[in-house]
């Protein structure tokens, strides 16, 4: 009968090369197929925000005498700028403008400081108060976007921050991006794996490489460009946006596994 200390060493020798066999035996996960694939959706967009400022100035007055605000004068320029803010709501509605489309800001006050008329320093520098409030229109149709253009210089806006066109429906466009990214993708483990001679199998890994962001596209525009005649025409453009994915498939053996 051997010692008892040779069988104590014979068995430890065969537990620990029972995991080593097993490990090396393993098969590996890395096999597959990877892909990168990117995609990029090109929409015309169906709606328009347009953004425009109206104000009225106080008389300028010298700085040094510019020690508050005439409340006589402030008062009357607000009157004039809330009159001519209403008359814009009121034109917009009867065009067909829905109220809920159209917001008109707060007013905001500040100094607007004039350079001294005479290049000698002579004359002092004045001040005045500029009275302002922004109003923005919403439109769900781009058919009216002449029409309300028309309205806001009529009333002689001030100032026409720019349209900004986008997509009543982001989340869609959105979805469709994402699903060309994944076709294209799929289109180009097939090609690959036919000049390879071998089969596709299940998807083991999928990534979102780049999330479908929607863009909206701000034109901007000035006031003197939006009163000019001649049929002016407003071309929103189309809307990009990209989408992408990494899509990894196992390799399918012999036996379609």
Do not use: C, F
Request: aromatic share 2%; charged share 25%.
């Amino acid at each position: 009968m051997p010692p008892l200390s040779w069988l104590r060493i014979t068995a430890a020798v065969a537990l620990i090369g029972t995991p080593l066999a097993a490990h090396a035996q393993a098969p590996t996960h890395d096999d597959g197929l990877s892909v990168e694939a990117r995609a990029t959706l090109h929409v015309a967009p169906d709606t328009a925000t347009l953004n425009a400022r109206l104000w009225e100035r106080t008389p300028a007055v010298s700085r040094s005498a510019a020690q508050s605000t005439d409340p006589e004068a402030l008062a009357e320029a607000r009157q004039r700028l809330e009159a001519r803010i209403a008359e814009v709501i009121r034109t917009l509605e009867v065009k067909g403008v829905s109220s809920r489309a159209i917001q008109a800001g707060s007013l905001s006050v500040h100094p607007d400081y004039l350079p001294a008329a005479s290049r000698d320093g002579d004359a002092e520098p004045r001040v005045r108060t500029q009275l302002e409030r922004p109003i923005t229109i919403h439109l769900d149709t781009l058919s009216r976007l002449p029409i309300v253009l028309d309205i806001l210089t009529g009333a002689g806006v001030d100032a026409l921050d720019g349209v900004t066109y986008d997509l009543a429906d982001r989340d869609a466009a959105a979805d469709q991006a994402l699903e060309r990214a994944i076709d294209k993708a799929r289109h180009k483990a097939q090609l690959m794996a036919q000049r390879l001679g071998i089969s596709l199998g299940p998807v083991v890994r999928v990534a979102e490489t780049t999330a479908p962001d929607v863009q909206p596209r701000t034109l901007a525009m000035r006031a003197e460009a939006a009163q000019a005649k001649g049929g002016s025409e407003y071309r929103a453009g189309e809307i990009e946006i990209d989408a992408g994915v990494a899509v990894t498939w196992a390799i399918a053996g012999p036996d379609g596994e």
